[in-house]
């Protein structure tokens, strides 16, 4: 490009082929502002940009996050008459999605008087990119009411709405209408698929389409990744992590934040610590995501020490990074150190959110601070607006449970805004197991078989209270239900690594297969 530049410098008179060439080798380039700035020294020259400049310039102006500038381009556009011309349009519908616009996105594409695959393209993906997935299934089913045929763009485009909805079957038959337009072959397209599939749970169509796969890229190991490690596969994510670095194949942001996901399941420390050497080796210890995973997985695997090292280096904290730091300290029951490390995050001006709160309520739990919970619950509402969650409700009953204010606990619990749910309720039935309150155990296993009467853990929970009580016959009674519900005690299990070797051990074995 820098040879490109001196050539125009050289000619006498650039007219606007020369001009909109050397704008499109920029914009093609990259993140780069040359474009914007040859933009303007166009204008200086008093040389009218035409219907081929502005998609270059409106697609630079997305890929900068440069709204205010994209803005002072669309009133170019509607300045110079092209407000008509439909590449124009459907540049500009990405760009305002792209930059978080996405009602700017459609007052564009509703005023456009003719539609094209790219303008219906655009809407689509701008709605999936800005989380509005109902969205962009109606524009997908107003595009195929008009007669539009979709191409492989448009279905890369409307898969991530379904995996995000997780609505499978629609999904599926997204995927039999490509293979019916010939497009299975489409590297993007079944990189998709391998997303949409492993989002619903459905990991064997995954690994199939990934192994029939004549060509793979980085994306393509990524989607398979991450269908392991979101369906709680996780030796099986590292070992095909092994398997793409033995093929020499690149990795990116997006493998490290699966693989250390993964490790953090494990309780992987040796994998985990390997992992952040290969991410220090390829200069990624400074993006933010790999380093709120990073801090996440040594919490986790029980080394604070290290996950406040990752915590200091950090060269800009946010308010995820302040929440895990927190929410690190809390499962270990440091709960003075969470609270010191709030203090300072509140001194250096950032706010929390939910999950910082729940975190925080977490240690206060742990440690046994009542009246310092109650303290932060209640600033939730009055200091940052906030409503509690269910989760942080959940803390609450947890944290007076703990401390034997069982009706206290009860109290608060009547007293939610919000429809307590079974975590709710499950935290009572464990604290009145802790203090032996039968009566209240009853009163709330009640509400528990009654909300949710196919998970054992509370049958099981209420039978220990009875047994800790003396109490055989109701013992017997709970069983003889569970076996009438046909429930079963998941049994414990427990994993050790070995040489970065995953060896896992179940209750009531007594060999490990080798």
């Not at 992590?241 to 490290?256: A, G, L, R, S």
């Not at 949710?452 to 109701?474: C, K």
């Amino acid at each position: 490009m820098d040879y490109a530049h001196k050539l125009f410098d050289e000619i006498p008179q650039p007219d606007a082929f020369a001009w909109n060439t050397l704008i499109r080798g920029y914009a093609d380039l990259g993140p780069c502002i040359q474009a914007l700035l040859l933009y303007k020294q166009m204008h200086l020259s008093g040389l009218s940009p035409d219907h081929f400049t502005f998609p270059f310039v409106v697609r630079s102006c997305a890929v900068l996050s440069a709204l205010r500038e994209g803005r002072e381009v669309h009133c170019n556009v509607i300045k110079n008459g092209f407000n008509s011309d439909v590449f124009v349009q459907s540049s500009l519908v990405s760009m305002y999605a792209q930059n978080g616009e996405a009602s700017s996105s459609e007052l564009v594409f509703d005023e456009m008087g003719v539609k094209n695959i790219v303008s219906w393209t655009a809407m689509i993906a701008g709605y999936v990119q800005n989380g509005f997935y109902l969205k962009s299934l109606d524009v997908f089913r107003r595009m195929v009411i008009s007669g539009t045929q979709p191409n492989a763009v448009t279905l890369v485009s409307i898969l991530p709405a379904c995996a995000g909805l997780e609505y499978l079957k629609l999904g599926q038959l997204i995927h039999g209408y490509g293979i019916k337009l010939g497009l299975d072959s489409d590297l993007p397209l079944v990189n998709s698929m391998i997303a949409l599939y492993g989002k619903c749970g459905n990991v064997e169509i995954a690994r199939s389409l990934f192994d029939s796969m004549g060509v793979r890229n980085m994306v393509s190991w990524n989607a398979m990744i991450a269908t392991y490690e979101q369906n709680d596969m996780d030796s099986e994510a590292i070992k095909l992590f092994h398997k793409m670095q033995n093929q020499k194949v690149e990795f990116d942001h997006i493998t490290m934040v699966s693989i250390i996901s993964a490790c953090a399941s494990l309780g992987a420390l040796n994998t985990g610590k390997w992992v952040h050497e290969l991410a220090n080796s390829k200069g990624l210890e400074s993006n933010v995501a790999v380093t709120n995973a990073l801090l996440d997985m040594y919490a986790k695997c029980g080394s604070i020490d290290l996950a406040r090292n990752v915590f200091d280096k950090l060269p800009q904290k946010g308010v995820v990074s302040w929440s895990a730091m927190i929410g690190a300290y809390a499962a270990h029951g440091h709960g003075e150190d969470a609270l010191r490390l709030f203090s300072k995050m509140q001194r250096e001006g950032l706010k929390p959110n939910s999950f910082t709160f729940t975190s925080l309520l977490t240690a206060c739990r742990h440690s046994g601070l009542v009246e310092e919970g109650m303290r932060q619950f209640n600033s939730m509402r009055k200091d940052y607006s906030i409503v509690p969650g269910v989760e942080q409700c959940a803390c609450m009953v947890d944290l007076l449970g703990r401390a034997g204010l069982l009706t206290d606990a009860y109290k608060f619990i009547e007293r939610m805004p919000i429809e307590p749910d079974v975590g709710v309720w499950g935290a009572l039935l464990g604290a009145c197991r802790i203090h032996g309150n039968i009566e209240m155990a009853e009163l709330v296993a009640a509400r528990l078989f009654q909300l949710d009467p196919q998970t054992v853990t509370y049958y099981v929970l209420m039978s220990n209270i009875y047994a800790e009580a003396g109490r055989w016959d109701d013992v017997a009674r709970l069983r003889e239900l569970m076996k009438e519900r046909e429930l079963k005690k998941i049994p414990g299990r427990s994993l050790v690594e070995i040489n970065r070797r995953f060896h896992k051990f179940h209750s009531g074995l007594r060999l490990h297969p080798a």
